[in-house]
């Protein structure tokens, strides 16, 4: 069973910056494209970035150029590296793979990690 283990969260100012690491356990990752997902009570998760197996990237608008997707697959981890943080970005963050981009994450839910940006 694949599972993932995110971390790197906290509370930081608007305009500040934070690196989210997840943790991937199972023989599925170098296979899988890896995406970072977020939640905020109320709303649906959404997508915020994506990477291929191969390397490729895709983000939400709202995080297209602020955000950093990459991955470690002799570490068998993703990273977010987060800039410019705006209090809209609050929210929890998790990751999950898929097949490939565009398509629907197929893991269970981690914990998360929070993201708080609030002066």
């Known amino acids: 069973q694949v599972q993932f283990v995110e971390s790197g969260g906290g509370l930081v100012q608007p305009g500040g910056s934070l690196r989210l690491s997840c943790a991937v356990s199972g023989t599925i990752f170098r296979l899988s494209a890896m995406g970072w997902y977020r939640q905020v009570p109320g709303k649906q998760r959404e997508l915020v970035a994506i990477?291929?197996?191969?390397?490729?990237?895709n983000y939400a608008d709202s995080v297209k150029g602020r955000f950093t997707i990459s991955r470690d697959n002799a570490k068998n981890t993703v990273y977010l590296q987060m800039n410019s943080l705006k209090p809209e970005d609050t929210a929890v963050y998790y990751c999950?793979?898929?097949?490939?981009?565009?398509?629907?994450?197929?893991?269970?839910w981690g914990q998360g990690t929070q993201v708080t940006v609030s002066s």
């Open positions: 999950n793979a898929a097949v490939s981009i565009g398509t629907a994450p197929f893991g269970s």
């Open positions: 990477i291929s197996s191969g390397g490729m990237t």
